[in-house]
């Protein structure tokens, strides 16, 4: 694998960290600043709409620069927003460092996958996709846990200026180690991109992948406030929590990633029902420490862990190009969205547990969104036993479907590139 690829992972290490830094830094940042908690929870509503709507735009602006090019130029304004949090007095300062930061955050992502393309072979990319996405787990696992564990003993302001370090530090090794190589000219026209969104199977697809993510978020997004106000943990001992649910992350992780290519539908199924029962299980028993616990390793188990089965499922149903992917993870950031802007107007109407029941609440809603697959899964069958047994081979090929990307209806299809992360 291209030493570049894993550069690209350090980068988004620092992106991803920027993101959830907040969800681990909402008491000592609400007295900062001199907001309540729902507040605080709202920067992370802010940055995800910011990567949803902004990022693309940023995007575009940067797709005529070389890739490494356009990488320094983004790390420039990751930089610029993050130092701007690291500096805010107010609260409205933070909120636009959020967006700043959003933006280019997004942005970052899609010009790295891209660019991971270019450096491996085509048999490679998602292998290379999974490598740089690393990040992503990794920002789950040690990132949040050493940002919160800064600020607990040095301030939250100077969390953010140890991203801005580490930013600092990822935009010199790109400098130095990723290749100027020109800007890609693969993939068809926009006309083509835009025709596989006339699939009403593909947006009912990416409205599983929008609960999956808005269900964990709900709950992920007030794990801090939960587990110190509710359950009674210290303070302190977040930071060990975080990294017990980042380690189930890259747990699950591993499993979807090896399940996801052949049983992406019934991957989904088990996790959400599972992620349903395990909010539901940490809404009742929120004031025990032991299921508590259990309970959020439980949901770094089952929930952002679900992303290959969804990028599987995604690209069955439309296709694996760039506008597709992206539009999957503008669903998923709605879904982060959705989470934490609603999981705080619970927290405000009754309390705490509150966006544990609605994380509950949403992985139930994509359950349903599973139906028509599995309705069709069970008809397949049924079908076949239907049939003449000495139907001829060229009318049972006639209606088979030619490929996975012929046929996106397919629960289970030859093997493809799964890239490992909660945003693809």
């Known amino acids: 694998m291209p030493r570049a690829v894993h ?16 969800a681990g830094l909402m008491p000592q940042m609400a ?12 920067l992370i509503t802010a940055f995800a ?23 320094l ?29 959003g933006v280019a955050s997004q942005a970052f992502f899609g010009v790295a996958l891209s660019l991971c393309a270019q450096l491996t072979r085509p048999e490679l990319r998602g292998r290379a996709a999974a490598v740089a996405l690393n990040g992503l787990m990794l920002g789950t696992l040690l990132g949040l846990p050493l940002s919160t564990l800064v600020g607990e003993h040095f301030g939250w302001r100077a969390a953010f200026w140890a991203i801005s370090a580490l930013a600092a530090l990822a935009a010199l090794c790109t400098a130095a180690g990723i290749p100027a ?30 609960f999956v993510i808005g269900a964990t978020f709900s709950a992920f997004s ?42 992406a539908v019934p991957v989904l199924l088990c996790g959400l029902a599972l992620n349903a029962l395990f909010l539901a299980g940490f809404a009742l028993t929120a004031h025990l420490p032991v299921p508590a616990v259990a309970f959020t390793v439980g949901m770094g188990l089952v929930g952002v862990t679900m992303n290959p089965a969804m990028v599987t499922r995604v690209q069955r149903a439309g296709n694996a190009r760039p506008l597709v992917n992206t539009i999957h993870s503008s669903c998923i950031t709605l879904g982060i969205v959705i989470g934490s802007s609603a999981g705080g107007l619970a927290v405000d109407a009754s309390g705490l547990r509150a966006p544990l029941w609605l994380g509950a609440a949403l ?3 994509g359950l349903l969104t599973l139906v028509p697959d599995l309705t069709r899964a069970r008809r397949k069958p049924a079908a076949a036993a239907a049939a003449p047994t000495g139907a001829p081979a060229s009318a049972s090929a006639a209606s088979a479907p030619e490929s996975p990307s012929a046929s996106p ?3 289970s299809d030859a093997p493809g590139p799964i890239a490992a992360s909660s945003r693809p």
């Open 7 to 22: 550069l690209l992972a350090l980068g988004i290490f620092a992106m991803v960290t920027s993101e959830f830094v907040v």
């Open 31 to 42: 007295e900062g600043l001199g907001a309540g908690i729902p507040e605080i929870g709202y």
């Open 49 to 71: 709409l910011a990567m949803a709507f902004g990022g693309p735009i940023l995007t575009v602006a940067v797709m005529r620069l070389r890739p490494k090019t356009a990488l």
């Open 73 to 101: 130029v983004l790390f420039a304004v990751f930089l610029t927003g993050n130092v701007l949090a690291a500096t805010a007095t107010t609260y409205g300062a933070m909120l636009a460092a959020r967006i700043v930061t």
């Open 181 to 210: 190589v020109e800007r890609s000219t693969e993939g068809g026209g926009l006309r083509q991109e835009l025709a596989v969104f006339k699939r009403r199977k593909l947006w009912l697809t990416l409205s599983t992948s929008t």
């Open 222 to 263: 007030y794990l801090n406030p939960v587990l110190t106000g509710l359950t009674g943990f210290s303070t302190g001992a977040v930071p060990l929590l975080l990294i017990a649910y980042g380690a189930a992350t890259v747990a699950g992780n591993w499993v979807v990633g090896r399940l996801a290519d052949r049983h």
């Open 363 to 365: 992985a139930v809603v």
């Open 409 to 411: 209806e397919r629960l």
